[in-house]
Nanobody
């Protein structure tokens, strides 16, 4: 499956942004989806994940209550709504496709990756 992430940009602290990730190729609903991020000089880290049906989600503690992951299987798209953005949310955000029935926080469990979209939060 091919993934294309978009929607990044420059936003002030406290603002909101919605990322989208469009999938093509294999059946989108056959995969659980995840969002990861990588800040300069840091490891890529898990942000949020959602199972194939959208019925179960998981979040990193650092974004819980501020970010919401969702998906529309009819549109082959997964979203990440980001509210109350903080300076420390600045990173390149990646979407990834992995296991269908369970959300994993590990990069190793994801087979396909998008190219990343940059989110910059300014003060």
């Amino acid at each position: 499956v091919q993934l294309q992430a978009y929607g990044g940009g420059l936003v002030q602290a406290g603002g909101s942004l919605r990322l989208s990730c469009a999938a093509s190729g294999r059946t989108f609903s056959g995969y659980g989806m995840g969002w990861f991020r990588q800040a300069p000089g840091k490891e890529r880290e898990f942000v949020a994940g959602i199972v194939w049906s959208g019925g179960s989600t998981c979040y990193a503690d650092s974004v819980k209550g501020r970010f919401t992951i969702s998906r529309d299987n009819a549109k082959n798209t997964v979203y990440l709504q980001m509210n109350s953005l903080k300076l420390e949310d600045t990173a390149v955000y990646y979407c990834a496709a992995g296991r269908k029935y369970a959300v994993s926080r590990s990069r190793l469990e994801y087979d396909y990756w998008g190219q990343g979209t940059l989110v910059t939060v300014s003060s």
